[in-house]
Every structure is written in structure tokens, then in C-alpha cells.
Nanobody
Framework: HVQLVESGGGSVQAGGSLRLSCAAS????????MGWFRQAPGKEREGVAAIRSNGFTRYADSVKGRFTISQDNAKNALYLQMNNMKPEDTAMYYC?????????????????WGQGTQVTVS
């Protein structure tokens, strides 16, 4: 059974940085496509980044050049490094696994989800 637990959220000033972590169990990171999503209050869920099992990454235009998705096979974890953060980055952030035979597109149809971690930029 796939379990995903996000951590690392918090409050940061604009221009600052945060690193989100997603600890996986019942699943081996790098076996499938994984992604990060976010949802701001009153707004739709938005895909942020995705990483293929081979390490190839894709990003939403809004975060490209500022955010980096990565995976640590030894720790079986997924990360999102967020630099030069902006107020519009404020949202709940979720990690997810796409599942079998996915296209690994940013904001695609992912199958397994964590509970989220709050990020606030002011």
C-alpha cells in the first residue's frame, strides 16, 4: 500500500527558500513517475513538477528556473527545492505517484497522494 508523507512546509519571506520532502513507503521512489502539486485557497489544484523514473524532470512554467524536483533512492524520498519564492507560491503542496503506464506530465492524472504540507510566502 502506497503511503506518502510530505514535510518541510512553513512560512517564508518572498525571495526565500524552502525544501519540501515526501517520504514514501509501500513504494520505491524512482520506480514510477512522481510529481508535486499545489492548491491555493479558493483555487484549482495545479501541477508543479514531475520526475520520471530515469530522473528526467518537467516543470510548470510558473516555477521553472526556481523550483527543482529530485529523488533520493537511498532515502526513498522525493524533494522539491523552492528558491526565490513568491507570494503566489502560497498553497498546500502535495506529492503524488502517477501509477502504472502514465505519461508523467506536470499536472497529470496521478494515482496516489500525500496529505499535503502548507507553504506560505509573504
Amino acid at each position: 500500500h502506497v503511503q506518502l508523507v510530505e514535510s518541510g512546509g512553513g512560512s517564508v519571506q518572498a525571495g526565500g527558500s524552502l525544501r519540501l520532502s515526501c517520504a514514501a513507503s509501500g513504494y520505491t521512489v524512482s520506480s514510477n513517475c512522481m510529481g508535486w502539486f499545489r492548491q491555493a485557497p479558493g483555487k484549482e489544484r495545479e501541477g508543479v513538477a514531475a520526475i520520471r523514473s530515469n530522473g528526467f524532470t518537467r516543470y510548470a512554467d510558473s516555477v521553472k528556473g526556481r523550483f527543482t524536483i529530485s529523488q533520493d533512492n537511498a532515502k526513498n524520498a522525493l524533494y522539491l527545492q523552492m528558491n526565490n519564492m513568491k507570494p503566489e507560491d502560497t498553497a498546500m503542496y502535495y506529492c503524488a505517484v502517477e501509477g502504472y503506464d502514465g505519461s508523467c506530465r506536470v499536472g497529470g492524472d496521478f494515482d496516489y497522494w500525500g496529505q499535503g504540507t502548507q507553504v506560505t510566502v509573504s
